[in-house]
Structure formats: structure tokens, C-alpha cells
């Protein structure tokens, strides 16, 4: 199995900015998609940024310019930079894993438990 553990939420005022972790362990496959997705109150869940093993990276149009998504494959961890950070961009940021299992190869697809971001004055 795989494990996602975040880290880097909080309270920033708005132009502000914040920085999100994500450390995976487990039986981490070598191809693999991370990202982030938030779920504001009220919201669905939606996509913020994603990466694959190989660095390309795909975002949200709401967070393009102000938002970088890296990885360190080495650390199997996952971050998202957050600048200019606005009130609409207050959720409960999840990090997601999608690969395979290496023991049979079946999809496998994981779950952070969730950091809150908070944009306020």
C-alpha cells in the first residue's frame, strides 16, 4: 500500500503565500501521477496540479501563474507553492497518488488526509 502524509497548511492573508508537502511511502510504483486537489466548503472537489514521475505537470486555469507544482523522486514527496494566494483559494487541500501496485500491477489510487488552507485579513 501507499501512504500520503501532508503538511504546510494554514492562515495567510490574502497576497500571501504558503508552501504544501506531500510524503508518500509504501510500495511506491516507479511510474507515477501526484497532485493536488481542494474541496472548499459547500464545493466539490476539484483539481489544483498535478505531476507525473517524469515532471510534466498540468493546473488548474484558477491557479496558473500563482501556483508551481514540483516533485523530489528521491524523497517521493510532492510540493505545491502557493503565491498570491486569494480568499477563493481557502479548502481542505488533498494530495493524491495514482500508480500501480507493483505485486500485480493494478491500479491503485490514494488519498491524503487533508490540510486546510486559509486565505483571510
Known amino acids: 500500500q501507499v501512504q500520503l502524509v501532508e503538511s504546510g497548511g494554514g492562515l495567510v492573508q490574502p497576497g500571501g503565500s504558503l508552501r504544501l508537502s506531500c510524503a508518500a511511502s509504501?510500495?511506491?510504483?516507479?511510474?507515477?501521477?501526484m497532485g493536488w486537489y481542494r474541496q472548499a466548503p459547500g464545493k466539490q472537489r476539484e483539481l489544483v496540479a498535478t505531476?507525473?514521475?517524469?515532471?510534466?505537470?498540468n493546473y488548474a486555469d484558477s491557479v496558473k501563474g500563482r501556483f508551481t507544482i514540483s516533485r523530489d523522486n528521491a524523497k517521493n514527496t510532492v510540493y505545491l507553492q502557493m503565491n498570491i494566494l486569494k480568499s477563493e483559494d481557502t479548502a481542505v487541500y488533498y494530495c493524491?497518488?495514482?500508480?500501480?501496485?507493483?505485486?500485480?500491477?493494478?491500479?491503485?489510487?490514494?488519498w491524503g488526509q487533508g490540510t486546510l488552507v486559509t486565505v483571510s485579513s
Open positions: 493524491n497518488y495514482k500508480g500501480r501496485r507493483p505485486i500485480d500491477l493494478k491500479y491503485l489510487e490514494v
Open positions: 509504501g510500495s511506491i510504483f516507479s511510474a507515477n501521477v
Open positions: 505531476i507525473t514521475s517524469g515532471g510534466i505537470t
